[in-house]
């Protein structure tokens, strides 16, 4: 099994940016697909991004298409979310998580989770 924990999270003006990471241990993160999901209050957690083991594929949601970037430094033990241009519905708790197949965008899908990381977007 593979530990994952988030950080990076914080408070932003709308326009601004964040990276965040999820740092791995127990196993090397390099043989699991990755992924980002996140969760608004009251809402249910949703799909962000994915990348592949070695990170040649990478998937968004259309909802931040253009502004975050997934990308992983597997020598690291490190997945990355660069989110740019940020929007006060970006604002949620965002986990990493990491299963051992091809890309998904599905919940479900995922064997191991991070606890979150906080991120509000202010207007």
């Known amino acids: 099994q593979v530990q994952l924990v988030e950080s990076g999270g914080g408070l932003v003006q709308a326009g601004g940016s964040l990276r965040l990471s999820c740092a791995a241990s127990g196993r090397t993160l390099s043989v699991y697909t990755m992924g980002w ?64 197949g091809g890309m998904s965008a599905v919940e479900g899908d995922y064997g191991n989770w991070g606890q979150g990381t906080q991120v509000t977007v202010s207007s």
Not at 38 to 53: D, L, M, N, S, Y
Not at 75 to 96: G, H, I, R, W
């Open 37 to 100: 999901f996140r969760q608004a209050p009251g809402k249910e957690r949703e799909f962000v991004a994915t990348i592949t083991w070695m990170g040649s594929r990478k998937s968004y949601s259309d909802s931040v298409k253009g502004r975050f970037t997934i990308s992983r430094d597997n020598a690291a033990n490190t997945l990355y979310l660069q989110m740019n241009s940020l929007k006060p519905e970006d604002t949620a708790v965002y986990y990493c998580a990491a299963r051992s």
